[in-house]
C-alpha cells in the first residue's frame, strides 16, 4: 500500500523569499500525486497534479512541484512566498482505489 | 458546476443527540468521499462510494456512524447517537474515476460539528 510523508509540520517563511514543502511518498506502482491547500476554516483546495506526464508540475498561485522518481519525492515550490499562501498544505497520493493524506505542512508567511 | 455542496456548514448538538451530515457531490462524478478533520488526528477517510456503492468503510470509526448514498447527486453521514469525540469538520468530496488514474477529488467547504 502506498503512504506518504510531509517531513515538515511547519515551515516558517518571510514574505518574497523561495518556499519549500517537502513531501516523500511510497508506491508500489506509478502513484498520481497531488498537492492541497487549505486555509483557515475552508475546504481543501487543489493546487496542482502529477499523474505520469510531465514531471514539473505547474499549479495555481505561482507553485509548482517536481516529481523526482529516483527519491520518492514530490516537493512543492513557489520561488516568491506572499502573505496570502499561508496555510495548510497536503500532499496525497493516489493508485488504484486508495488516496493517502500526508499530515499536513503548516506555511506560515512573515511580513 | 457549484461544485461540491455541503450542509449543514455548523452544528451544535447535545450528547445522545442523532447528527445527519448531507452531501451533494459534482454531477456527472462517480467516486464520493467522507472524510473527518481533527487537531490530533488530522485527516481520515471513513468511507467511500463508487457509483453509489458503499466500497471501504474500515474508516467508520464504530457502528454509531453510518453513510448512504441513495442516488448519484446526494449522500448522507448520520451519527447516532453523537458523542463529544465526534467533535470535527467533516468533509465530503467527490471524483471521476477513469481506469485505475484518479482524477483530483474536489471538496467541499465541510461541516463543522460540535457535541457538547
Known amino acids: 500500500a502506498q503512504s506518504v510523508t510531509q517531513l515538515d509540520s511547519h515551515v516558517s517563511v518571510s514574505e518574497g523569499t523561495p518556499v519549500l514543502l517537502r513531501c516523500n511518498y511510497s508506491s508500489s506502482y506509478s502513484p498520481s500525486l497531488f498537492w492541497y491547500v487549505q486555509h483557515p476554516n475552508k475546504g481543501l483546495q487543489l493546487l496542482l497534479k502529477?499523474?505520469?506526464?510531465?514531471?514539473l508540475v505547474k499549479g495555481i498561485n505561482g507553485f509548482e512541484a517536481e516529481f523526482k522518481k529516483s527519491e520518492t519525492s514530490f516537493h512543492l515550490t513557489k520561488p516568491s512566498a506572499h502573505m496570502s499562501d499561508a496555510a495548510e498544505y497536503f500532499c496525497?497520493?493516489?493508485?488504484?482505489?486508495?488516496?493517502?493524506f500526508g499530515a499536513g505542512t503548516r506555511l506560515t508567511v512573515k511580513p | 458546476d457549484a461544485g461540491v455542496i455541503q450542509s449543514p456548514r455548523h452544528e451544535v448538538t447535545e450528547m445522545g443527540q442523532e447528527v445527519t451530515l448531507r452531501c451533494k457531490p459534482i454531477s456527472g462524478h462517480d467516486y464520493l468521499f467522507w472524510y473527518r478533520q481533527t487537531m490530533m488526528r488530522g485527516l481520515e477517510l471513513l468511507i467511500y462510494?463508487?457509483?453509489?456503492?458503499?466500497?471501504?468503510d474500515s474508516g467508520m470509526p464504530e457502528d454509531r456512524f453510518s453513510a448512504k448514498m441513495p442516488n448519484a447527486s446526494f449522500s448522507t453521514l448520520k451519527i447516532q447517537p453523537s458523542e463529544p469525540r465526534d467533535s470535527a469538520v467533516y468533509f465530503c468530496?467527490?471524483?471521476?474515476?477513469?481506469?485505475?488514474?484518479?482524477?483530483?477529488?474536489?471538496f467541499g467547504q465541510g461541516t463543522r460539528l460540535t457535541v457538547v
Open positions: 468530496a467527490s471524483s471521476l474515476g477513469q481506469g485505475r488514474i484518479w482524477t483530483e477529488a474536489f
Open positions: 502529477y499523474t505520469s506526464a510531465a514531471t
Open positions: 496525497v497520493v493516489s493508485e488504484y482505489n486508495d488516496m493517502r
Open positions: 462510494f463508487n457509483n453509489n456503492v458503499p466500497i471501504d
